[in-house]
């Protein structure tokens, strides 16, 4: 199974700010990661797939970068609404899909 | 709009059995694998299951496989998972999502709670 570790656990960052989460997985899923944003009592929001391609309707200010083991989801200028949970996944290794534990995004 | 509503969920003895339904609405269920993920109290989530467009391709985690049965009913834009052989590690929030590797679309989540 493919292991995919989030990093930080939780980022306390200020409206405005620069958020960079981290997910690095225990061996390589090429681009076949994807990016999901979770606020308290709704469904978890699909933002990035392909490990860089942004989904439509997803602000700009979102961006995915990286390839093989190390990713990074990138917020430009937090917005409040940006507070949220964040989860990414891999989807190289079928059937065995998996997710990381999640970054808390919390107001500083 | 596109929408997916999960029902079923509840409170269940060990050893029991649940049936969640996921209705589709705002697109045709046929055009779209789906698949069925988990988030257990305090934990992460987890993939459960895909199913295929017409049902002929399914996988299953290791951890539910041999319990659990994924199946869809298209003309009802529906999606079913039958859950068997119930443990309290099975005690989660259980989602339908849209798709098999990226998941577009999500349901809010039904609770399902394995206790004596």
């Known amino acids: 199974e493919i292991v995919l570790t989030q990093s930080p656990g939780t980022l306390s960052l200020s409206p405005g700010e620069r958020a960079t989460l981290s997910c690095r997985a225990s061996?390589?899923?090429?681009?076949?990661l994807a990016w999901y944003q979770r606020k308290p009592g709704q469904a978890p929001r699909l933002l990035i797939s392909?490990?860089?391609s942004r989904v439509s309707g997803i602000p700009d200010r979102f961006s995915g970068s990286g390839s093989g083991t190390d990713f990074t989801l990138t917020i430009s200028r937090l917005e409040p609404e940006d507070f949220a949970v964040y989860y990414c996944?891999?989807?190289?290794?079928?059937?065995?899909?998996?997710f990381g534990q999640g970054t808390n995004l919390e107001i500083k | 709009q596109v929408q997916l509503v999960e029902s079923g969920g509840g409170l269940v003895r060990p050893g029991g059995s649940l049936r969640l339904s996921c209705t589709a609405s705002g697109f045709p269920l046929s055009d779209y694998y789906m698949s069925w993920i988990r988030q257990a109290p305090g934990k992460g989530l987890e993939w459960l299951s895909y199913?295929?467009?017409?049902?002929?391709?399914?996988y299953y985690a290791d951890s539910v496989k041999g319990r659990f049965t994924v199946s869809r009913d298209n003309a009802k834009n529906s999606l079913f998972l039958q859950l068997d052989s119930l443990r309290a590690d099975d005690t989660a929030v259980y989602y339908c999502?849209?798709?098999?590797?990226?998941?577009?679309?999500w349901g809010q989540g039904t609770l399902v709670t394995v206790s004596s």
């Open positions: 996944q891999q989807y190289a290794s079928s059937p065995g899909y998996t």
């Open positions: 392909g490990a860089s």
């Open positions: 199913i295929g467009f017409s049902g002929d391709t399914i």
């Open positions: 061996q390589s899923v090429s681009s076949s």
């Open positions: 999502a849209r798709g098999h590797y990226e998941l577009g679309c």
